[in-house]
């Protein structure tokens, strides 16, 4: 009588595992829903290898790299990808750079994309 009373409670215990395993995961997996930018799409699966997201920064050039070809600017909060840093950004073409020189203050485009973050843009303010 005592084995039927702890299997019957294991098995109480098994099947609430069960039960609630699936719940807390759906919970989890649906967390960040939410809590996306504003304009930022939801996208996963083979689409979300091809999406290409599209920002706008302002900040001063701090150099100039025209054979790989690049730039590092110290830049403000670039909304909805990342915070107010000093970060050297490749560049879509080479021709984006003609014309600029350090301390120059701009404004330019960024996407995020299959390549990673690209500089599309820039124009001097």
Excluded at 34 to 59: F, I, L, R
Excluded at 99 to 112: A, Q, S, W
Aim: proline fraction near 4%.
């Amino acid at each position: 009588m005592k084995n039927r009373r702890s299997s019957s409670r294991r098995f109480t215990r098994a099947s609430l595992l069960f039960v609630l395993l699936p719940v807390a995961a759906t919970c989890v997996c649906n967390y960040d829903r939410g809590k996306k930018e504003e304009g930022q799409k939801n996208v996963s699966g083979p689409a979300a290898a091809v999406e290409t997201t599209t920002y706008h920064g302002v900040g001063v050039v701090k150099s100039l790299n025209p054979t790989l070809p690049s730039i590092e600017i110290d830049h403000e909060d670039i909304r909805g990808l990342m915070p107010a840093m000093t970060m050297e950004f490749y560049v879509r073409d080479q021709s984006l750079l003609e014309g600029l020189k350090t301390r120059d203050r701009i404004e330019f485009t960024l996407e995020n994309g299959v390549g990673g973050l690209k500089i599309t843009e820039i124009r001097k303010q």
